[in-house]
T-cell receptor, first 113, second 111 residues
Framework: NAGVTQTPKFQVLKTGQSMTLQCAQDMNHNSMYWYRQDPGMGLRLIYYSASEGTTDKGEVPNGYNVSRLNKREFSLRLESAAPSQTSVYFC????????????FGQGTRLTVV | KQEVTQIPAALSVPEGENLVLNCSFTDSAIYNLQWFRQDPGKGLTSLLLIQSSQREQTSGRLNASLDKSSGRSTLYIAASQPGDSATYLCAVKAAGNQFYFGTGTSLTVIP
């Protein structure tokens, strides 16, 4: 059982380049999330998808776009990377059931130079 | 807006000591509270999940309590070991299937 899988694990981009972070879960979860984690800032929600076909902005959506491709996959796109987007990005998923927990991927460490 | 706070931000203890990590939240309308462990450069590993109707959960040397009315949770670690050194985060699940995270407590257990 793979859980939540993120690719790539590491990436270096030049300012202005674009890239897509991929996330897939195999737990049949309705909801998926993208967070960024910065020192001293904790986890901040970028976008989330409550269910297939829906996406909503979180706390820090500027500079990002997302696609909920199907129930399994939720991608995060940086159209024009900026140094301020240097961070560790985590994808998470959860069932809609209020009693269930969140499961996290291993993260993508992104550096924008 | 739900706010989750963890105090202290960092904690250093000698091996074998029992310790308590604290988590507080401002809105008691939660579905559950989850404690995570994060090792440097790694993802979040779920340790314990407490439903809003529960008072505590135990797993091995870990015991988590929840007092929803006062907006508090504690994670008790018994007989700490150097391998327990990590950052511990708490998160509450609220309406809209949203999760709100604390900024974590960085724990160092000294051999």
């Amino acid at each position: 059982n793979a859980g939540v899988t993120q690719t790539p694990k590491f990436q270096v981009l030049k300012t202005g380049q674009s890239m897509t972070l991929q996330c897939a879960q195999d737990m049949n979860h309705n909801s998926m999330y993208w967070y960024r984690q910065d020192p001293g800032m904790g986890l901040r929600l970028i976008y989330y998808s409550a269910s297939e076909g829906t996406t909503d902005k979180g706390e820090v959506p500027n500079g990002y776009n997302v696609s909920r491709l199907n129930k399994r996959e939720f991608s995060l796109r940086l159209e024009s990377a900026a140094p301020s987007q240097t961070s560790v990005y985590f994808c998470a998923s959860s069932a809609w059931d209020s009693n269930t927990e969140a499961f996290f991927g291993q993260g993508t460490r992104l550096t924008v130079v | 807006k739900q706010e989750v706070t963890q105090i202290p931000a960092a904690l250093s203890v000698p091996e074998g000591e029992n310790l308590v990590l604290n988590c507080s939240f401002t809105d008691s309308a939660i579905y559950n509270l989850q404690w995570f462990r994060q090792d440097p450069g790694k993802g979040l590993t779920s340790l314990l999940l407490i439903q809003s109707s529960q008072r505590e959960q135990t797993s091995g040397r870990l015991n988590a309590s929840l007092d929803k009315s006062s907006g508090r949770s504690t994670l008790y670690i018994a007989a700490s070991q150097p391998g327990d050194s990590a950052t511990y985060l708490c998160a509450v699940k609220a309406a809209g299937n949203q999760f709100y995270f604390g900024t974590g407590t960085s724990l160092t257990v000294i051999p």
